[in-house]
């Protein structure tokens, strides 16, 4: 079925297979923990009388609801709850009970969020980097850190500025605080002064959090990003951005998994309690919508004049109109990532020598699943002597080949999967594996699935070296163990300080601009937990973000804790910052990024401690056709000791084409077509032309946008660029604004040519069932066996939506009750689904349930799929698209 070719590609979002009679239990898109809530507690200004919990609890259970409490969040800015309600009692019905008690503000989900450099390898990402090893660079402690030159933190600590007397909070994995670069202790007097662990170890998002004190690092993220904030000099001589300032940790991972925005919210507010400066945060999901109880939270911490600081995302491939949650929030800095100009490599090193002669040392990604080989001695041995060999390894080895079992087998990367090749190999009896890559780009982790097999990678070059040497047949013994690490160091020949692919994209759905701006992020060296390696070089906007926490650290060191508000901080690291040109991840263009991938650009922190011009605006979002303001005042504050005249001119970025022609999909990063001709681009008329501004005065210009004409609407084109703002006293900033020619609520919602939505089996949700179907459900009283198949509702959309409704409608309708103009039998329980990605295939099982919580009666139904279109108004009908599936039957067994 050639329609439903798009599928194959996707993986359906985590489907939870019911398991009970409630078979709401689905993924809603953005991932959510089923049955768990939360409440936000109404709160009169007035009043100081904060809801007690436990008078809401016995609420609960006096209106026969079973729940289980799982956090309390009794907090200045965010007084509410949250519990798991029991599966039998999990229905729409039940949240609109508890919505209706007076004492209950809003309820929403419990949504699911990861770390995102999870999803970000080190060196594979980044397009072909690096052609020979060089010698490693020296570096002084005086910094010439390559990221710290990028973006001008090396001058701020020349002039002495290191972040001391900042307290910065940040919110991740936890931190080692033991390593040495960290301070070594935890508590007062320590470099971590303060945190702790909001979870346990075990936890992985979905279970009752288990609290202790201790915020020690067993995943490693956190670590890294700490050190990009706050490491002492050390052994690698490079520094955090603000290497004096002290830090908090509220850990809110366990080892592995997800988190809830529960945790979130109480680890942010923990934080906001514990008086940090700022909040740093790495963690996000997929969005698009600022309604999120996160959202919400960031919001009023920054609205307290506390600065949270947070990463764009690591969606970059997905093309425009994806970033994440909660860096979208208002008020929030949303941090985009910039590659390093320098590719550190940091490998296990290991020593071979030749004919038992002439001992080298090399060095090796060890193995995602297993990479430690122990202390041994053992000789080379490899299936092939060919460097050219695509698939070595990925057929079964000779009869002719020896008993492995005291080899290291050396196999060149490449066709079939790791696992594929270690199976072969472990067929003759291996019991370790070398790889050696296929590509010129360093070694990356293999991601060998097998823990009784160690494995690792070496480079592309010392396969090379390993191969001429047992063709000559030199034989190589290899010893491991022993610890040491093998750092070097090249020029990023590729990407050099631009925008990382991986880099998220905005705008939001509402067209606001984000990121806002960007830091080096694309393979960054820093701590990491000591029982992993101590040191790591990682890449994604969870390195980029850290690196803006330090720089407001600075910038506040610098001009005074209460210096600015959020959104006055953002204004001026996105005025100051350097914008930067396009970059495919091979290659670089001669225009300008749009301003939807990379915000200001890159970040210059000594402009923005030195710059004695204020702009009143961090950006300027000119929304679509329908909402297009064209008149924009901006106050412009000279904060210098001399009159200065500023004269100003557009400075265009390139205008992106969010779809192609024809697709209602947005385009992947490798498809998305630019222009950057002026014919593409904003004209913008200035009055007046020039503005001479007293010292300590402000001035006032009015910019009169005009936006492209001709471009094709129905390709949604992004155009951008930015206002520029020299003064004779040579500050020059960049004012970044964008919008869209096209009405945003003319996108298409939902991804129909993609063959969506269908109605499938909750045994293979991928695909569509013939129409008829017959389905025997449980029933009332009855339970689920693992043999019980649910009718379930597939849906991809192609562009975010506020409201998915899925409504039941019989086949033969008569007097059923109107929802938005329809008559339909109810909403399927768990529904409708709120603030909704895009590019997420969603799949619901349904077990008959309504939302009401009464079972429909046996019989043919079909599924109405309504979802809002973009600035919509929820009680229009016309203002959402409708899609109908095909009809299946029910039946139940008692
Ligand atoms: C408990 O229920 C009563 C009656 O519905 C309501 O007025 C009150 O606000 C509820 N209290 C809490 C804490 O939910
Ligand atoms: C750090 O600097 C010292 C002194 O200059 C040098 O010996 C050492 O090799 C450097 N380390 C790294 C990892 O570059
Ligand atoms: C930073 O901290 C170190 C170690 O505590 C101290 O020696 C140094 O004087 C501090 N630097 C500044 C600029 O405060
Ligand atoms: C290998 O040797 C190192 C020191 O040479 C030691 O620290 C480590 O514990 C040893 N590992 C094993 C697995 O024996
Ligand atoms: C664009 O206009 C719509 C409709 O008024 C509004 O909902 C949205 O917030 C606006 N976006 C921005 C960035 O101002
Ligand atoms: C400001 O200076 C920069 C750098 O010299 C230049 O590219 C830009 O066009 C200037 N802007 C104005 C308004 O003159
Ligand atoms: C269904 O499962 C629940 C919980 O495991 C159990 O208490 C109940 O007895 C089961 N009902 C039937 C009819 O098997
Ligand atoms: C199933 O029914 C739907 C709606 O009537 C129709 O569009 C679709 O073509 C049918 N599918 C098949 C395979 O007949």
Same mark, same amino acid.
């Given at each position: ?5 798009g ?32 409440? #936000?507690?109404?709160?009169?200004e ?21 729940? #289980?409490?799982?956090?309390?969040l ?20 039940t ?6 008690f ?21 060196? @594979? ?29 090396d001058?701020?600590?020349d002039?002495?500025f290191?972040?001391?007397g ?5 919110v ?5 605080y ?16 303060a ?21 020690? @690092? ?9 050190g ?67 959202d ?6 920054? #609205? ?41 490599t ?11 002669? =002439? ?10 699943? =297993? ?61 370790r ?7 010129p ?15 690792g ?21 290899? /010893? ?47 701590t990491?937990?000591q ?14 973000a ?9 910038l ?15 204004a ?52 679509d ?52 001709d002026?014919?593409?681009?904003? /004209? ?25 004409q ?10 951008s ?29 939902? =991804? ?20 008829g ?41 008569r ?21 909704q ?32 279109k ?13 899609? @109908? ?10």
């Amino acid at each position: 079925m050639s329609s439903f070719k798009g599928l194959v590609a996707k993986s359906v979002a985590a489907l939870a297979v019911a398991s009970s009679v409630a078979a709401q239990n689905v993924d809603a898109g953005a991932r959510i923990v089923p049955g768990a809530y939360i409440v #936000e507690f109404e709160t009169p200004e007035a009043s100081t009388q904060a809801v007690d919990p436990q008078s809401f609890f016995s609420n609960l259970s006096s209106s026969n609801i079973a729940a #289980e409490p799982r956090v309390d969040l009794n907090h200045e800015l965010f007084r509410g709850a949250s519990f798991r309600i029991d599966a039998k009692d999990d229905n729409q019905g039940t949240v609109d009970v508890i919505q209706s008690f007076q004492a209950v503000k809003k309820i929403w989900p419990v949504r699911l969020y990861s770390n995102p450099a999870k999803v970000i390898g080190t060196l @594979d990402n980044l397009g072909s980097l690096l052609t020979a090893p060089s010698a490693n660079q020296k570096r002084s402690i005086s910094d010439s850190f390559s990221t710290h030159v990028m973006g001008g933190v090396d001058k701020l600590h020349d002039e002495g500025f290191t972040g001391e007397g900042l307290f910065v909070g940040v919110v991740d994995t936890g931190i080692d605080y033991n390593h040495p670069a960290l301070g070594g202790c935890f508590g007062p007097g320590c470099k971590v002064v303060a945190g702790t662990d909001l979870v346990g170890d075990a936890y992985t998002g979905s279970e009752v959090p288990v609290p202790d004190s201790d915020p020690m @690092d067993c995943g490693g993220h956190g670590t890294h990003v700490s050190g990009i904030i706050g490491a002492n000099p050390n052994e690698f001589n490079f520094t955090g951005v603000a290497p004096n300032a002290t830090l908090g940790m509220w850990k809110v991972f366990g080892c592995e998994g997800e988190v809830g925005n529960d945790i979130l919210i109480q680890a942010f507010n923990l934080a906001y309690e514990a008086g940090v400066d700022l909040i740093s945060s790495s963690i996000g999901g997929p969005s698009g919508w600022t309604e999120d109880p996160w959202d919400v939270a960031v919001q009023r911490i920054t #609205e307290k004049g506390v600065p949270c600081v947070l990463s764009a995302g690591n969606d970059g491939a997905n093309g425009l109109f994806d970033t994440s949650t909660a860096s979208e929030s208002l008020g929030s800095t949303s941090v985009g990532s910039i590659d390093n100009t320098e590719a550190p490599t940091l490998l296990t090193g290991a020593t071979y020598t030749s004919d038992g002669a =002439n001992p080298t040392d090399f060095g090796y990604a060890e193995g995602g699943a =297993n990479g430690n080989f122990g202390n041994i001695t053992v000789p080379l041995y490899a299936p092939t002597l060919d460097t050219t060999e695509a698939a070595d390894g990925c057929t079964a080895f000779p009869d002719s080949t020896p008993d492995l079992a005291n080899y290291v087998v050396l196999i060149r990367r490449g066709t079939c999967t790791f696992d594929v090749k270690v199976e072969n190999a472990v067929a003759k009896g291996a019991q370790r594996i070398l790889f050696y890559n296929n590509s010129p780009i360093g070694a990356t982790a293999p991601g060998a699935s097998s823990p009784d097999i160690p494995v690792g990678m070496v480079t592309a070059a010392q396969g090379q070296i390993f191969i001429d040497a047992l063709k000559a047949s030199t034989k190589i013994d290899v /010893t491991f163990g022993g610890g040491k690490k093998i750092f070097s160091v090249v020029p990023n020949t590729a990407s050099a300080g631009k925008m990382s692919t991986f880099s998220s994209w905005g705008p939001s759905f509402e067209l606001w601009i984000k990121p806002e701006i960007s830091a080096p992020g694309g393979l960054i060296l820093s701590t990491y937990p000591q029982a992993k390696g101590s040191y790591a070089v990682l890449s994604g906007t969870s390195m980029a973000a850290p690196y803006i926490s330090g720089v407001v650290a600075l910038l506040k060191q610098i001009k005074g804790k209460k210096f600015g508000t959020p959104n006055e901080i953002t204004a001026l690291l996105a005025a100051t910052a350097q914008p930067v040109q396009f970059n495919n991840g091979a290659a670089t263009e001669n225009f300008l990024a749009p301003v939807v991938q990379q915000g200001g650009g890159l970040v210059n922190a000594f402009e923005a401690a030195h710059t004695t011009t204020v702009l009143d605006l961090d950006n300027i979002a000119l929304n679509d056709t329908r909402y297009f303001k064209a008149i924009h005042p901006l106050n412009i504050k000279n904060t210098g000791k001399k009159a200065q005249t500023y004269t100003f001119a557009n400075l265009i970025a390139a205008t992106a084409y969010t779809l192609t022609t024809g697709s209602i999909v947005p385009d992947l990063f490798t498809d998305i077509e630019l222009a950057s001709d002026a014919a593409s681009a904003a /004209t913008i008329r200035f009055e007046p032309k020039s503005l001479t501004i007293g010292p300590g005065k402000t001035g006032r210009l009015t910019m009169l946008f005009t936006r492209p004409q001709g471009l094709d609407a129905a390709r949604i084109p992004v155009y951008s660029g930015y206002v520029s703002i020299n003064g004779t006293n040579g500050d020059s900033l960049t004012l970044p604004y964008a919008g869209i020619t096209s009405r945003i609520k003319d996108a298409k919602i939902v =991804n129909s040519p993609a063959g969506y939505p269908f109605v499938s089996s909750s045994r293979a949700p991928n695909f569509p069932i013939t129409n008829g179907t017959v389905f025997t459900l449980p029933g009332k009283g009855a339970n689920a066996t693992a043999a019980t198949v649910f009718p379930t509702i597939t849906f991809d959309l192609a562009m975010g939506s506020r409201i998915v409704r899925l409504d039941v409608v019989p086949q033969n309708v008569r007097n059923l009750p109107r929802i938005l103009g329809q008559q339909v039998l109810g909403a399927i329980a768990g529904t409708p689904l709120e603030n909704q990605p895009r590019n997420n295939v969603v799949a619901v099982p349904w077990d008959g349930t309504l939302a009401n919580g009464k079972l429909a009666p046996a019989g043919k139904y079909k599924i109405m799929l309504r979802a809002l279109k973009i600035t919509g108004d929820v009680r229009n009908e016309h203002d959402y698209e409708r899609f @109908d599936t095909g009809y299946f039957e029910i039946k139940y067994s008692t």
